[in-house]
């Protein structure tokens, strides 16, 4: 067990998320191979600025992967199928924001192709932000996601994010929203 880690707004980790199916966990080594095929995965790269080299990222992947205040495994059965991040502040430099010095919550998951189709970002996500919500309350999440990935935004749509606003990062038109925690989840 990880030492409890308190430098964010809440205490870090919280004990494990379960819904229905899945449980939201801190990772673990056992998660170390789906982190790779995940982040070298043509299809999950599609959106993200293309697959990590595989190799490279091997080397680059520690026994225990990605231990840090807001990550959250998506295990199914046992076995990692994604991840989200819920803490991490988005940059005042970057573009969209809802509130004039930035630092907003920003809700960001990545599934393994085996796992899309199924509803498991849809219930992944929206028990985090019940989670946050409750550690939280009123503070804003924000999502972005580029425009063409398709399956992202009807999430977003489902998970109660309101568009506010459209712009160009990364080379593609991206879309902007917000969740306010004091809205009821869908």
Known sequence: ???EITAHPV???????????LVLREPEARDRAAI???????????????????????RAVPEVPGRRPGLFVVDLAGAMIG??????RRGAERPGHVRPEGGEAEL?????PQAWGFGYATEACAAALDWFADALPGEPVVLCTQTANDRSMRLAV?????EVERFEEYGAEQWFGVR???MPSG
């Open 36 to 58: 790779i095929e995940l982040f070298t995965s043509p299809e999950v790269g599609t959106y993200i600025g293309g697959p990590r080299p595989r190799d490279e990222f091997e």
């Open 108 to 112: 960001g998951y990545m599934f393994l």
């Open 180 to 182: 306010s925690s004091l």
């Open 11 to 21: 205490a870090w980790p919280p004990a494990p998320i379960r819904t229905e199916r």
């Open 158 to 162: 489902k998970l109660g994010f309101t």
């Open 1 to 3: 067990m990880s030492d």
């Open 83 to 88: 991840f989200l991040t819920l803490l991490d």
